[in-house]
């Protein structure tokens, strides 16, 4: 079984940052990768970034580009999404999810386990 739990969510005021940290246990990771996406209410799960463990190759949303950095720490089964410049419209609930597909996948079908998310707030 496998457990992801997100952390370092808050309220920020607009052009600040804030590092989301993502735990991951259970089972090895190192043959995955790992994706975080965001939802705020009434509207579909939105793919921000993912990883992959072993490559360490990145992919992002166009909407986070040059703005969020996702990073990996294999030694201790961690992500990382470091976000500057935050903007209220990036308000949401972030998640970290990881699948055992190759490749880096912004569908949330591709992804089978998911953290409990954490509260991002971007005040204007």
């Known amino acids: 079984q496998v457990q992801l739990v997100e952390s370092g969510g808050g309220l920020v005021q607009t052009g600040g940052s804030l590092r989301l940290s993502c735990a991951a246990s259970g089972r090895a990771f190192r043959d995955v990768a790992m994706g975080w996406f965001r939802q705020t209410p009434g509207k579909e799960r939105q793919f921000v970034a993912a990883?992959?463990?072993?490559?360490?190759?990145?992919y992002y949303a166009d909407s986070v580009k040059g703005r969020f950095t996702i990073s990996s720490d294999n030694a201790k089964n961690a992500v990382y999404l470091q976000m500057n410049s935050l903007q209220p419209e990036d308000t949401a609930v972030y998640y970290c999810?990881?699948?055992?597909?190759?490749?880096?996948?912004?569908?949330?079908?591709?992804?089978?386990?998911w953290g409990q998310g954490t509260q991002v707030t971007v005040s204007s």
């Open positions: 990883i992959g463990w072993s490559t360490g190759s990145t």
């Open positions: 999810a990881s699948t055992r597909i190759r490749g880096l996948s912004s569908s949330v079908a591709a992804y089978d386990y």
